[in-house]
């Protein structure tokens, strides 16, 4: 048995696929959610309270295998600005993804107005992205504005608030 190194962290590595970092723990949970990891047939490790400068304690996912779309790195973005995503190929960091809203998001959150007519007729929410950082949008349809803990993705099944 390989002892075990005062200090390490010891996580098994992936040869192929993606590393989420910098998770806020109390954010993990519904990270996995959002992404249906739990469902998908992809080898997964999560861990969480590891040490960290930024947030105190953090979070992790390692995906064997997995690749995240635009839409899936967007939507990551809304609910974990600072998160950065790992790209392994044969055991290396090919890519660091730090996760960053666009100026524009479409179709991945739903508009708290109710009488927007995006919820109201069958048609993609459409959204200005006024900051960045601190997760404000703004409808370009009825012109709501939208702060981060009230943003409920289109797609998250347990529609709860960020």
Not at 8 to 32: E, Y
Not at 59 to 74: H, Y
């Amino acid at each position: 048995m390989k002892k075990i190194e005062e200090g390490k962290m010891h996580v098994p590595a992936i040869k192929n696929g993606s590393v989420i970092d910098h998770i806020p723990v109390d954010q993990l949970p519904k990270v996995v959610a959002i992404l249906n990891l739990y469902a998908s047939e992809y080898p997964l490790t999560i861990g969480q309270n590891f040490k960290s400068k930024k947030l105190g304690k953090k979070g992790l996912i390692k995906v064997e295998e997995k690749f995240f779309t635009p839409e899936e790195v967007n939507t990551l973005a809304l609910v974990c600005p600072d998160i950065v995503i790992n790209v392994i190929r044969d055991y290396d960091v090919v890519e660091k993804i730090h996760v960053q809203l666009p100026d524009r998001i479409t179709g991945l959150v739903r508009c708290t107005n109710p009488k927007c007519i995006t919820n109201n007729e069958p048609m993609q929410s459409d959204f200005e992205v006024l900051d960045k950082k601190q997760v404000r949008l703004k409808c370009n349809y009825c012109t709501r504005k939208i702060e981060k803990d009230e943003v409920e993705l289109t797609h998250y099944k347990n529609n709860t608030h960020s």
